[in-house]
């Protein structure tokens, strides 16, 4: 585990792919991008965060990141006395349009330090949790289901049952079904469904359009998708993917 020190409000331009490798630090850090998608992998799972929300990532909880699209990946440290959550797991965020305002000034390089005090406060009052399990796909343990789920990872429209996949790592599929809700407290047709919205996610950010990425995330077409997308996040896709590019 390596320890990277936040000396304070910092903004990162990150490429496409490019990755923020295992870390942690002794600071709560809120990390929210600006344009992109930014996933958050820890031990437990992994966070997919649209410019529309952040996450909050208690000091010590090991994390990697990795940018989907070109992002600006804004990053605030705070003191363990300002923890507002009290949790040992990351917490999503709702981002409001003032609260983005806030975020932008607070990376700015040419903000007084009164300034930066009162709206560090504001901020911290205006954190607001939001309950949105798409956001966040659970990691099973279970060396069966981990080579289950690394090939829907890789290719999230294999069409593959849970049958056929438990064939291929040799297990039951009331065994693999079985692990997948004592694990993730999913079924495994509710964890795949989400990884190819997640899926969704970091293409529809990197500029794909609507049909090719129902395609890649093994739709049987736009429309279906597009349901799925709405249904989940409350936007279509469009809107969505202009977001990710203001």
């Not at 990532?57 to 990141?65: D, K, N, Q, R, S």
């Not at 605030?76 to 305002?101: K, W, Y």
């Not at 129902?214 to 977001?243: E, I, L, Q």
């Amino acid at each position: 585990m390596n320890r990277h020190f936040l000396a304070g409000p910092e903004l990162r331009r990150l490429t496409d792919r490019q990755r923020i490798d295992w870390h942690d630090h002794t600071e709560h850090q809120l990390v929210y991008p600006g344009t992109g998608v930014l996933r958050v992998v820890t031990e437990v799972g992994s966070w997919v965060v649209p410019p529309l929300r952040a996450v909050w990532l208690p000091a010590g909880v090991g994390h990697a990141h990795q940018a989907h699209g070109p992002t600006h990946m804004h990053s605030l440290a705070f003191r363990d006395a300002d923890d507002p959550f009290g949790s040992l797991d990351p917490t999503v965020v709702d981002v409001p349009a003032l609260l983005r305002e806030i975020i932008l000034a607070l990376t700015a390089t040419d903000l007084a330090a009164v300034d930066r005090r009162d709206l560090t406060a504001v901020l911290l009052r205006s954190l607001r949790p939001v309950t949105e399990p798409r956001l966040c796909l659970p990691q099973p343990h279970d060396d069966r289901l981990a080579a289950v789920t690394a090939a829907l990872a890789g290719d999230p429209a294999d069409p593959r049952t849970l049958a056929e996949f438990g064939a291929a790592v040799g297990a039951s599929e009331r065994t693999l079904s079985r692990l997948f809700r004592r694990q993730t407290g999913m079924t495994f047709p509710q964890w795949r469904a989400q990884l190819r919205l997640h899926h969704g996610l970091t293409l529809l950010a990197k500029g794909e359009p609507v049909t090719a990425v129902a395609c890649a995330c093994g739709y049987s077409n736009p429309s279906a998708f597009t349901a799925a997308f709405r249904d989940a996040f409350g936007v279509t896709p469009a809107h969505y993917a202009r977001k990710t590019r203001l």
